[in-house]
């Protein structure tokens, strides 16, 4: 079955880094543009960062840009958020997206980054 499996969210102090990872499986993972989404608590879900199939364009939020990097390994199948200089107001649930042929879309379960001192 399709699945998509976010780790590691935590709790990681202001400035700081943290990196999640998203490991897919169950579909043609080099043919997905694949995406990070984030919903802070009583907000709306909000597109963070995209990376493309084979050029690996990539887009970001542009209060994120400089400070997170998406990207993906097709051997393994994964898809990564490297966060850097974190802060607060980006505490979220961040969820990983794939975006096939024909509008096909997937969805993992998500994964908790809090951003406290």
């Known amino acids: 079955q399709v699945q998509l499996v976010e780790s590691g969210g935590g709790l990681v102090q202001p400035g700081g880094s943290l990196r999640l990872s998203c490991v897919a499986s169950?579909?043609?993972?080099?043919?997905?543009?694949m995406s990070w989404y984030r919903q802070a608590p009583g907000k709306e879900r909000e597109l963070v960062a995209v990376?493309?199939?084979?050029?690996?364009?990539?887009s970001y939020k542009d209060s994120v840009k400089g400070r997170f990097t998406i990207s993906r390994d097709n051997a393994k199948n994964t898809v990564y958020l490297q966060m850097s200089n974190v802060k607060p107001e980006d505490t979220a649930v961040y969820y990983c997206?794939?975006?096939?042929?024909?509008?096909?879309?997937?969805w993992g379960k998500g994964t908790l980054v809090t951003v406290s001192s």
């Open positions: 997206n794939a975006n096939g042929p024909g509008a096909i879309d997937y």
């Open positions: 169950g579909f043609t993972f080099r043919r997905f543009v």
């Open positions: 990376i493309n199939t084979i050029d690996d364009r990539t």
